[in-house]
């Protein structure tokens, strides 16, 4: 998977946090002991700060971490600092957006559910604008040029070196809805037959047909669960409805969505069917 600070800081400060556990110290007892406010570690800690390398290397010590886990620790800081493209959006998009473009750039594998739509990372650039001005009609053109151009930009993980591995179920309505007009329609069915036949071994594309009674993900909101590499990470869900957004780590309501989500897998068509209900689709427009 590419680099990513984001996922680089949070790594980190669950390192440490565990290290100082163990070593039985609180924060601000920690703190007292490297020269720096409980409040900073405490933002090192859940990633939300970046720690300096003379600070990082007091910390190395006072909890003695052992000679095979410094070089790991000391490249995740250097990968923390380096600076993710999504940097670029910071006057668009507010921080937990930022971040979980950061987080979903270094994750190794996303599960999706999108119930209205087709999936963010499956959408044109046309269909793209289509959605997006029509949640804020009242958004200036250029600033809707650079949050298409940021979706555009997030579909680089679906073509990588080492590629995301994703897997999205949507309801038969988000293939069937006509945003942006018959012809936004055909070319955003036309890529998604392109899309799923050209990376089959990392894109699986399940639709829920209109004649299912129902399934726990229904209705819901549009939810997104990652998973990275490292088995220190936990799963990570990223949540949005039409008035909020936000990136949720309680293990519970990962739990929860992971279990729609394979209950809506469930009840969707197969790949194949899947990819012939969209063609269907396509060839009446």
């Known amino acids: 998977m590419p680099p990513s600070p984001t996922v680089a800081s949070w790594a980190l400060g669950r390192r440490l946090r565990e290290r100082?556990?163990?070593?039985?110290?609180?924060?601000?007892?920690?703190?007292?002991?490297?020269?720096?406010?409980?409040?900073?570690?405490?933002?090192?800690?859940?990633?939300?700060?970046?720690?300096?390398?003379?600070?990082?290397?007091?910390?190395?010590?006072h909890y003695g971490f052992g000679d095979t886990e410094l070089p790991e620790l000391r490249e995740?800081?250097?990968?923390?600092?380096?600076?993710?493209?999504?940097?670029?959006?910071?006057?668009?998009?507010?921080?937990?957006?930022?971040?979980?473009?950061?987080?979903?750039?270094?994750?190794?594998?996303?599960?999706?559910?999108?119930?209205?739509?087709?999936?963010?990372?499956?959408?044109?650039?046309?269909?793209?604008?289509?959605?997006?001005?029509?949640?804020d009609a009242t958004r200036r053109e250029p600033e809707l040029d650079r949050r298409v151009r940021c979706r555009m930009r997030r579909q680089h993980r679906l073509t990588d070196d080492v590629p995301l591995r994703l897997r999205v179920v949507m309801s038969e309505a988000a293939v069937r809805q006509c945003v942006g007009g018959h012809e936004v329609l055909a070319g955003q069915l036309r890529h998604l037959l392109d899309v799923t036949h050209r990376h089959a071994d990392t894109l699986d594309v399940r639709i829920v047909p209109f004649d299912v009674p129902g399934h726990p993900a229904m209705g819901g909101a549009t939810f997104h669960l990652m998973r990275f590499g490292s088995q220190r990470l936990p799963t990570l869900l990223w949540h949005e409805s039409v008035t909020a957004?936000?990136?949720?780590?309680?293990?519970?309501?990962?739990?929860?969505?992971?279990?729609?989500?394979?209950?809506?897998?469930?009840?969707?068509?197969?790949r194949e069917e899947s990819f012939h209900l969209v063609r269907r689709h396509y060839d009446r427009l």
């Open 245 to 270: 957004s936000q990136l949720i780590s309680d293990p519970e309501k990962v739990r929860e969505h992971a279990r729609a989500h394979e209950a809506a897998t469930a009840a969707a068509l197969s």
């Open 76 to 135: 995740l800081r250097l990968e923390a600092s380096s600076r993710g493209w999504w940097a670029d959006y910071s006057t668009v998009f507010d921080d937990d957006l930022l971040k979980f473009f950061g987080y979903e750039h270094g994750a190794t594998s996303v599960w999706a559910y999108d119930g209205g739509v087709v999936n963010s990372l499956l959408q044109t650039e046309d269909y793209a604008r289509a959605v997006l001005g029509a949640a």
């Open 20 to 61: 100082r556990r163990e070593r039985g110290l609180t924060g601000p007892a920690a703190a007292r002991l490297t020269g720096v406010t409980a409040a900073y570690l405490s933002d090192v800690e859940t990633g939300k700060k970046r720690i300096s390398e003379q600070r990082l290397e007091t910390l190395l010590e």
